[in-house]
């Protein structure tokens, strides 16, 4: 049976947030009329601590004061205190429990997309591997036997094998963008930002002459043109 005290406390809170009716109290908070009536008897020991909060919310009443009030500061107030003390302990141990396993979770996605993205640059390193092995072919291919027969035959012209190199590699640069800044032999101004000046202290604008070739990509150097002074 209900606790003829503690109903008129809660009716009074009740009214003070225009809650007319226990149905309509059940309803507000999602906590059944059972759970009511167990405040209502004042065993608020045997009540979740969950439960409780929905309570203080919709009565917009401390929980600590919800507690105090329909435990009626019994002599036992302090085995209910320690009892509450110990419900929100495991409520907070829960959501503990929860966070861990979100970090875990986390944890567990980020190892699965460092796995997908070592995947991907593996599949990209074969196509670039195979990309150029398919520019390089002639070379691969032409090459050895070249070198064999110069090997056999000192007096074999180098023209006649120059074709097989310079050609696969042009083909190459011009796939990945890359160009000469000027061809070996070629007499031009110097200009430190494109030129590495081998000998001699000339200064930018002087006539030089590119002894080995430099290579650029777009406007990004790649390796300076050695020149020297005419």
Same mark, same amino acid.
């Given at each position: 049976?209900p606790?003829?005290?503690?109903?008129?406390?809660?009716?009074?809170?009740?009214?003070q947030?225009g809650i007319?009716s226990?149905r309509?109290?059940?309803?507000?908070t999602?906590?059944?009329?059972r759970?009511?009536?167990?405040l209502?008897?004042?065993?608020? %020991? @045997?009540m *979740?601590?969950d439960?409780?909060?929905?309570?203080? $919310?919709?009565?917009q009443i401390? &929980?600590?004061? #919800?507690?105090?009030?329909?435990?009626?500061?019994?002599s036992?107030?302090e085995?209910?205190?320690?009892?509450?003390e110990?419900?929100?302990?495991?409520?907070?141990?829960i959501?503990?429990?929860?966070?861990?396993?979100?970090?875990?979770?986390?944890?567990t996605?980020?190892?699965?997309?460092?796995?997908?993205l %070592? @995947?991907? *640059?593996?599949?990209l390193?074969q196509?670039f591997? $195979?990309?150029?092995?398919?520019? &390089?072919?002639? #070379?691969?291919l032409q090459?050895?036997?070249?070198a064999q027969k110069?090997q056999e035959?000192?007096q074999l012209?180098?023209?006649?094998i120059?074709?097989l190199?310079?050609?696969?590699?042009?083909?190459l640069?011009?796939g990945?963008?890359v160009e000469?800044i000027?061809?070996?032999?070629?007499e031009?101004?110097?200009?430190p930002q494109?030129?590495?000046l081998m000998e001699?202290?000339? $200064?930018?604008?002087?006539?030089?002459?590119?002894?080995y070739?430099?290579?650029?990509q777009?406007?990004?150097l790649?390796?300076?043109?050695?020149?020297?002074?005419?």
């Open positions: 049976m606790n003829h005290n503690f109903t008129h406390l809660l009716q009074d809170l009740m009214r947030v007319s226990f309509a109290l059940s309803r507000a999602g906590v059944s009329e759970q009511i009536l167990r209502r008897q004042g065993k608020v %020991e @045997q *979740r601590v439960i409780l909060l929905k309570l203080s $919310q919709v009565l401390n &929980l600590d004061e #919800l507690v105090a009030t329909f435990s009626g500061m019994s036992d107030g085995i209910k205190k320690a009892k509450l110990k419900q929100q302990h495991s409520a907070l141990k959501n503990e429990q929860e966070l861990l396993q979100e970090v875990a979770n986390l944890k996605e980020y190892e699965r997309s460092r796995l997908a %070592e @995947q991907q *640059r593996e599949v390193q196509e591997q $195979q990309t150029s092995l398919q520019l &390089l072919e002639s #070379l691969l090459w050895p036997t070249a110069a035959n000192p012209p180098a023209i006649k120059l074709p190199v310079q050609k696969p590699l042009e083909k640069l011009q990945w963008g000469a000027a061809p070996v032999g070629a031009l101004p110097y200009d494109w030129h590495q001699g202290n000339s $200064q930018p604008g002087d006539i030089v002459k590119v002894r070739i430099g290579y650029r777009g406007e990004k790649l390796y300076r043109a050695k020149v020297g002074p005419i």
